[in-house]
């Protein structure tokens, strides 16, 4: 049964830290693209940054580059997403999700499984 475990919100001021950690089972984790989505509170989802099967290549949504990185540990089954610069605007649930093959897709359309997602919330 395919399955992701999101941990590493939480609240944060501005201009803070987190990273958070996507652990997956039940599916070969190390052939598949990722992708970090985010929704906020009244708005749609967004495909927030999106990684290949080996991370040779990745993509960031233009609000987030430079302060955000997404890796992957084909070893661990682990996905994760450095956040850096935290701004209020960055707050939102984040989730993990699968892409439907080895390259990243842009289309969210492209990743049908998701987790359940991490609250987080930047404030002072």
């Known amino acids: 049964q395919l399955q992701f475990v999101e941990s590493g919100g939480g609240l944060v001021q501005p201009g803070g830290s987190l990273k958070l950690s996507c652990v997956a089972s039940?599916?070969?984790?190390?052939?598949?693209?990722m992708g970090w989505f985010r929704r906020a509170p009244g708005k749609a989802s967004e495909l927030v940054a999106a990684?290949?099967?080996?991370?040779?290549?990745?993509y960031y949504t233009d609000a987030v580059k430079g302060r955000f990185t997404i890796t992957r540990d084909n070893d661990l089954n682990t996905l994760y997403l450095e956040m850096n610069d935290l701004r209020p605007e960055d707050t939102a649930l984040y989730s993990c999700?699968?892409?439907?093959?080895?390259?990243?897709?842009?289309?969210?359309?492209?990743?049908?499984?998701w987790g359940q997602g991490t609250q987080v919330t930047v404030s002072s």
């Open positions: 039940g599916f070969n984790f190390d052939i598949y693209a």
């Open positions: 999700a699968s892409g439907q093959g080895p390259l990243f897709s842009l289309a969210p359309h492209s990743y049908p499984n």
């Open positions: 990684i290949n099967s080996n991370a040779d290549n990745s």
